[in-house]
């Protein structure tokens, strides 16, 4: 069975343009989470969708925007894009959103850089 | 307010030396769940380990074993005659209960782990 997919895998973007990174989750599962982890750190937690609903938000600013669509796959957008957003972006898909004990199964990531 | 804290931030050991990762969090929840996830240079995190806060029995699994203390808020992670393939960052993460809303994964900010030949 594929894992979570991500695309694109690597993308140069330019102060002040924006960003569309896209994920789509393991077959049967309907929650995903994005995550942003900058260079050297651990990831941070962006936003959980279910049922394309938005579940959770993390300390980000509203350039910070995301889907979910009927097949489950998810858009995180971007916009006025700063140097400080390159980072790795790390898509999450689980089986349903709520309780601590519910795995999520992480993809390879798209990493963005901003110049 | 929930935190992970990893303060070692690199370690470099040779082949076959054992090795501990630590890892202490805070949280004012009574039901949480601690996770170890591995980040080899491709990316992707690799799932490692789920430990719920009512279980304090330690685990091993292969060269693998963790430690877990609810006295002292940590759960350390030890890797048994270390291999050049384990090299990688390691994060300890904590995920707290909460009904229907959001779930998400609070990550400590890793230990880069480089096993030398």
């Known amino acids: 069975d594929a894992g979570v997919t991500q695309s694109p895998t690597h993308l140069i973007k330019t102060r002040g343009q924006h960003v569309t990174l896209r994920c789509s989750p393991i077959?049967?599962?309907?929650?995903v989470s994005w995550y942003q982890q900058v260079l050297g750190q651990g990831p941070q937690f962006i936003f959980q969708?279910?049922?394309?609903?938005?579940?959770g938000r993390g300390n980000f600013p509203d350039r910070f925007s995301a889907r979910q669509f009927p097949n489950y796959s998810s858009e995180l957008n971007v916009n006025a894009l700063l140097l400080g957003d390159s980072a790795l972006y790390l898509c999450?898909?689980?089986?349903?959103?709520?309780?601590?004990?519910?795995?999520?199964?992480f993809g390879p990531g798209t990493r963005l850089t901003v110049l | 307010a929930q935190k992970v804290t990893q303060a070692q931030t690199e370690i470099s050991v040779v082949e076959k030396e054992d090795v501990t990762l630590d890892c202490v969090y805070e949280?004012?929840?009574?039901?949480?769940?601690l996770f170890w996830y591995k980040q080899p240079p491709s990316g992707e995190l690799v799932f490692l380990i789920r430990?719920?806060?009512?279980d304090e029995q330690n685990e091993i699994s292969g060269r693998y074993s963790w430690n877990f203390q609810k006295s002292t808020s940590s759960f350390n992670f030890t890797i048994t005659a270390s291999q050049v393939v384990d090299s990688a960052v390691y994060f300890c993460a904590l995920s707290e209960g909460w009904g229907q809303g959001a779930q998400k994964l609070v990550f400590g900010q890793g230990t880069r782990l480089t096993i030398n030949p």
């Open positions: 999450a898909s689980s089986f349903f959103s709520g309780g601590p004990n519910n795995e999520q199964f």
């Open positions: 077959s049967g599962h309907k929650s």
């Open positions: 430990r719920n806060s009512f």
């Open positions: 949280t004012r929840d009574t039901t949480y769940y």
């Open positions: 969708y279910y049922e394309k609903e938005e579940r």
